[in-house]
T-cell receptor, first 117, second 109 residues
Framework: SAVISQKPSRDICQRGTSLTIQCQVD?????MFWYRQQPGQSLTLIAT?????????ESGFVIDKFPISRPNLTFSTLTVSNMSPEDSSIYLCSGMLAGGLYTDTQYFGPGTRLTVL | GQNIDQPTEMTATEGAIVQINCTYQTSGFNGLFWYQQHAGEAPTFLSYNVLDGLEEKGRFSSFLSRSKGYSYLLLKELQMKDSASYLC??????????WGAGTKLIIKP
């Protein structure tokens, strides 16, 4: 298994500012993902974080709004840029262990609860 | 389009058995996951099915019928701590993970 930590656990931000969320995994993972989850709803995949290259974004999400970095196999950041109240959500990082495919188990971080005023 | 259907909410009694159903229509199939998510916490892995049949793991079992596009999660000897949301997720032909909206399970004494 893998232990995933995220920082910050929660934040309250002003409209128009940016927040960077950090994700650290205690094991080497092949795939890292960033999700958004509204209260009471399912997970929405934002992007796949690729080591050393640009992230792969899902429909409806763009790099200018959600820049992602992944400098190595155990660390990634997601920035929520130029925030608006609609960005208020829980942001979750997840990873699959080295050697895994999409059919392998994803391990999730505890999430970052973001509130934009 | 791709679709995963689960009941929104279910209620069961402590000590009883509950079955949470999941039906899916996806472009291809490469496996189905069940995750448990307690309120305010991250999802945690429960089971993975890729072949038809029943997989048992302690009090939890998961069943899959690929021909029917159907799975269920069976929880036995329910405990109060089983109150959580249960998420069904399917891996499609492009190896994308398609998530259901989750079923909120409420356990009553």
């Amino acid at each position: 298994s893998a232990v995933i930590s995220q920082k910050p656990s929660r934040d309250i931000c002003q409209r128009g500012t940016s927040l960077t969320i950090q994700c650290q995994v205690d094991s080497q993972v092949t795939m890292m993902f960033w999700y958004r989850q509204q209260p009471g709803q399912s997970l929405t995949l934002i992007a796949t974080a690729n080591q050393g290259s640009e992230a792969t974004y899902e429909s409806g999400f763009v790099i200018d709004k959600f820049p992602i970095s992944r400098p190595n196999l155990t660390f990634s950041t997601l920035t929520v840029s130029n925030m608006s109240p609609e960005d208020s959500s829980i942001y979750l990082c997840s990873g699959m262990l080295a050697g895994g495919l999409y059919t392998d188990t994803q391990y999730f971080g505890p999430g970052t609860r973001l509130t934009v005023l | 389009g791709q679709n995963i259907d689960q009941p929104t909410e279910m209620t069961a009694t402590e000590g009883a058995i509950v079955q949470i159903n999941c039906t899916y229509q996806t472009s291809g199939f490469n496996g189905l996951f069940w995750y448990q998510q307690h309120a305010g916490e991250a999802p945690t892995f429960l089971s993975y099915n890729v072949l038809d049949g029943l997989e048992e793991k302690g009090r939890f079992s998961s069943f899959l019928s690929r021909s029917k596009g159907y799975s269920y999660l069976l929880l036995k000897e329910l405990q109060m701590k089983d109150s959580a949301s249960y998420l069904c997720a399917v891996v499609d032909s492009n190896y994308q993970l398609i998530w259901g909206a989750g079923t909120k399970l409420i356990i009553k004494p």
